[in-house]
């Protein structure tokens, strides 16, 4: 599965639009997007993912760049709740690495009042 | 309300002390499995289950075993617990009506210490 690269940590106002970048450049035509969240040691929660067209769904929004190299989880409306560790995730929809989550190192979002 | 359950929640113990921590998904998923979460590593797969009777290893097996003998619970057994595995573990499930296998549903965790 193609690596990852995220910023450590990031900073956002509440209400405003949190914008979190993942640099992934050897991502193959196959490999999926993926993002989680993890909220002060509870278990990772699932928020969205692609393959190749934006995706929106109630939690958030996926760009994923035309190369595929790159890709940006947008929260419309960041709230103190969304302070978290987002992990973006990169692999096959099957095969050997089905259902196998790598989690790195992630990016801490934290949501200022 | 869909969810994964995992007990127990917190748990201290001493090594070579043989434990279970119990896992149930009431969503009727096919995929389960089991990760620890270590400062600095992330979360590492433990191991999986793609369906009953079906198991099988994944980055960290080394001390575990796990059964799959009902869809719904997944218990991941220590026989003999080291200070090593003192961690946070995670339970998951998935499967089709999830949105596929890589759209998982984690319990809340079990904080485990081995003395």
């Known amino acids: 599965d193609a690596k990852t690269t995220q910023p450590t940590s990031m900073d956002c106002a509440e209400g405003r639009a949190a914008n979190l970048p993942c640099n992934h450049s050897?991502?193959?035509?196959?490999?999926?997007v993926y993002w989680y969240r993890q909220i002060h040691s509870q278990g990772p929660q699932y928020i969205i993912h692609g393959l190749k067209n934006n995706e929106t769904n109630e939690m958030a929004s996926l760009i994923i760049t035309e190369d595929r190299k790159s890709s940006t989880l947008i929260l419309p409306h960041a709230t103190l709740r969304d302070t978290a560790v987002y992990y973006c995730i990169v692999l096959n929809a099957g095969g050997t690495s089905y259902g196998k989550l790598t989690f790195g190192q992630g990016t801490i979002l934290t949501v200022h009042p | 309300e869909a969810q994964v359950t995992q007990n127990p929640r917190y748990l201290i113990t001493v090594t070579g002390k043989k434990l279970t921590v119990t896992c149930s998904q009431n969503?009727?998923?096919?995929?389960m499995s089991w990760y620890r979460q270590d400062p600095g590593l992330g979360l590492r797969q433990i191991y999986y289950s793609m369906n009953v009777e079906v198991t099988d290893k994944g980055d960290v097996p080394e001390g575990y075993k796990v059964s799959r003998k009902e869809k719904r619970n997944f218990p991941l057994i220590l026989e003999s617990p080291s200070p090593n595995q003192t961690s946070l573990y995670f339970c998951?499930?998935?499967?089709?009506?999830?949105?596929?296998?890589?759209?998982?549903?984690f319990g809340p965790g079990t904080r485990l210490t081995v003395l």
């Open positions: 050897t991502i193959s035509g196959n490999e999926y």
């Open positions: 998951a499930s998935s499967g089709p009506t999830s949105g596929g296998y890589n759209e998982q549903f």
């Open positions: 969503m009727n998923h096919e995929y």
